[in-house]
């Protein structure tokens, strides 16, 4: 489907995959993309929402799963969710953080801010390189979550 002038995204609907990745206070890891299937049959469910007429979609890009030490990227998990979304014609509004950040990382660090900042510009080459689509991005996924509790957090 072509966007038409004026419209920013291919469909009117947009469809939506969850995609958060935090710890539970166990510190047992949740990655609901695995927990899902998405992350392995990603063509299949463009292409599912695709033949309903949904050419647009938010999906995650887990940064534990990318960043698997500082600065040292392996994008193995994304490609197939970059190619199959290109394959299926559908436009990915992308998620680089949803709840979830390298495990040596601490949030309430400032080293927090440089890290993301360069793996989002990381996360960004990268899909400008796989794609000539105008790329979106959600920065941080419920960003007003953190806030609040990083404005109501014991130290």
């Known amino acids: 489907m072509d966007v038409q002038d004026g419209d920013l ?3 009117f609907f947009l469809g939506g995959f969850e995609c958060s990745t935090h710890r539970r206070l166990d510190g047992r890891r949740l990655d609901i993309l695995a ?8 063509e299949a469910d463009y292409r599912l929402l695709a033949s309903a007429g949904i050419h647009a979609v938010r999906d995650g890009i887990r940064w534990h799963r990318v960043e698997v030490g500082p600065r040292w990227y392996d994008w193995s998990t994304l490609l197939p969710q970059l190619r199959a979304a290109r394959a299926a014609g559908v436009q990915v509004i992308w998620d680089l953080c949803h709840y979830g950040w390298p495990d040596d990382l601490d949030v309430w660090s400032p080293a927090f801010v440089d890290r993301f900042a360069r793996f989002a510009a990381a996360a960004a080459r990268l899909i400008r390189a796989e794609s000539d689509a105008t790329p979106f991005f959600c ?5 007003s979550f953190l806030a609040w509790a990083g404005g109501t957090r014991v130290t």
């Not at 927990?35 to 990603?42: N, P, V």
């Open 139 to 143: 920065p941080i996924n419920e960003i």
């Open 35 to 42: 927990a899902t299937g998405h992350d392995r049959h990603a």
């Open 9 to 11: 995204f291919r469909s």
